[in-house]
Nanobody
Framework: VQLQASGGGLVQAGGSLRLSCAAT????????MAWFRQAPGKERESVAA????????YYADSAKGRFTISRDSAKKTVYLQMNSLKAEDTAVYYC???????????????????WGQGTLVTVSS
């Protein structure tokens, strides 16, 4: 599975941005895609995840109420709609995928085998 992320950029605090991540290659089983982010000097942290079958979602506390993850199965693409952006949302955002994700592992970095290149989101205050 190869992942291609896009949609990052510069936005003012309070604004919105939508990230996209397109997957190529075979998907099967308990396939899920996720977004993680890494701010300068910090560990990579989970943001949101979605299962392909059933559409179960996971959100980190920092994303709840502001971010929405969705998928287009036909396009094998996952989206992250980010609203009410804050300066602390500034980070490189990475999409990830795996074919064996269970509910309890949706937000766990080590559960994902495939990673895309990052896309930078900068929120100016």
């Amino acid at each position: 599975v190869q992942l291609q992320a896009s949609g990052g950029g510069l936005v003012q605090a309070g604004g919105s941005l939508r990230l996209s991540c397109a997957a190529t290659g075979r998907t099967h089983g308990s396939y899920a895609m996720a977004w993680f982010r890494q701010a300068p000097g910090k560990e990579r942290e989970s943001v949101a995840a979605i299962k392909w079958r059933g559409g179960e979602t996971y959100y980190a506390d920092s994303a709840k109420g502001r971010f929405t993850i969705s998928r287009d199965s036909a396009k094998k693409t996952v989206y992250l709609q980010m609203n009410s952006l804050k300066a602390e949302d500034t980070a490189v955002y990475y999409c990830a995928a795996d074919n064996a994700i269970i509910s309890s592992s949706m937000g766990i970095r080590s559960a994902y085998s495939y990673w895309g290149q990052g896309t930078l989101v900068t929120v100016s205050s």
